[in-house]
């Protein structure tokens, strides 16, 4: 159960590195802000809770924005190392994220001011 009052915002602590978030049905960019709000459905699954941050989310420094673990690196949160099963199961990720379709996360992000 939230212990937020209804209607109130949400906080998220983005990577200062992030890149903004997109307008909705642009390209996912990695803002990962849809992520580290609450998980999707295949997000519930391998967290295993339905409110806040996706533990399968990761941070890459080298392409500086967020990445889903599933589609990325499904070992590493899961554990499975077989060739074949990570495969199959980074494009079932893709599948199910709809990876490439845009960006559906109808959400306003504030960048709020130093020192708050």
Do not use: F
Request: aromatic share 6%; net charge positive.
């Amino acid at each position: 159960m939230s212990t937020q009052p209804p209607g109130s915002p949400t906080v998220v602590w983005l990577h200062p590195e992030a890149p903004p978030k997109p307008v909705e049905g642009a390209p996912c960019n990695g803002c990962g802000l849809c992520c580290l709000t609450e998980p999707c459905p295949l997000g519930v699954l391998v967290s295993r809770r339905r409110r806040g941050a996706c533990s399968a989310l990761r941070w890459s420094d080298a392409d500086q924005r967020y990445w889903c673990g599933m589609v990325a690196d499904p070992a590493a949160v899961t554990g499975m190392t077989h060739p074949w099963v990570v495969r199959a199961m980074s494009a079932l990720a893709r599948r199910w994220i709809a990876s490439g379709i845009g960006c559906d996360a109808r959400l306003d992000a504030h960048v709020l001011p130093p020192g708050q």
